[in-house]
């Protein structure tokens, strides 16, 4: 499986919102509604932040918001806040006879 | 409290091994599925291997063959056997609880929603 595609990074100024983009393929994100994403933050474990592609856990603010539309999965957060500053990934099923989960290369997120 | 806490990492030459160990608190290995997945430095997540509550075990194909996962039921922790181990194998090694959802019938991987803190293996003569 080759890696889901993430742009290296991005950037906002507190107060905006930002979207980073996650492309699969049919196999993959297309398929199935079973895209994750995770901030991590320099040094640290990653955190899951969004699973299900739009679900939320518990703790986790609803700034932060998932999407999908054809194989290309979405997470935005508004109102950027300056501890939003991290790395993202995302993570996709991939559907097989055996376990294969793909990652994204990862974002980083800038807040200006 | 939910948590997982690893630990084994350490500096090995090329060739050589290593066992990471992954303690669980909170919830119980053997009844999840259970990830390592790692980093290298400065680089992106890449999931390495995972065991199933019912005991099968899948690899990634550039561990295939050198790492073996595994649990011990009555320590509630998680493994990783590391053989023959290649510089490019250093990096952050993380263990990680598979959330699963049910697709067609079938426990699938959902998310990683339990992360440990990971261990450091350097790989280098």
């Known amino acids: 499986q080759s890696a889901l595609t993430q742009p290296a990074s991005v950037s906002g100024s507190p107060g905006q919102s930002i979207t980073i983009s996650c492309t699969g393929t049919?196999?993959?994100?297309?398929?199935?509604?079973?895209v994750s994403w995770y901030q991590q933050h320099p040094g640290k474990a990653p955190k899951l932040m969004i699973y299900?592609?739009?679900k939320r856990p518990s703790g986790v603010s609803n700034r932060f918001s998932g999407s999908k539309s054809g194989n290309t999965a979405s997470l935005t957060i508004s109102g950027l806040q300056a501890e939003d500053e991290a790395d993202y990934y995302c993570c996709s099923y991939a559907g097989s006879s055996t376990f294969d989960v793909v990652f994204g290369g990862g974002t980083k997120l800038t807040v200006l | 409290e939910v948590q997982l806490v690893e630990s084994g990492g350490g500096l090995v030459q090329p060739g050589g091994s290593l066992r990471l160990s992954c303690a669980a608190s909170g919830f119980t290995v053997s009844s999840n599925y259970m990830s390592w997945v790692r980093q290298a430095p400065g680089k992106g997540l890449e999931w390495v291997s995972v065991i199933y509550s019912g005991g099968s075990t899948y690899y990634a194909d550039s561990v295939k063959g050198r790492f073996t996962i595994s649990r011990d039921n009555s320590k509630n922790t998680l493994y990783l056997q590391m053989n023959s181990l290649r510089a490019e194998d250093t990096a952050v090694y993380y263990c990680?609880?598979?959330?699963?959802?049910?697709?067609?019938?079938?426990?699938?991987?959902?998310?990683?929603?339990?992360w440990g803190q990971g261990t450091m293996v350097t790989v280098s003569s």
């Open positions: 049919s196999s993959d994100v297309g398929s199935y509604n079973l």
């Open positions: 299900e592609g739009s």
């Open positions: 990680a609880r598979d959330r699963l959802v049910v697709v067609a019938a079938t426990p699938v991987h959902d998310a990683f929603d339990i």
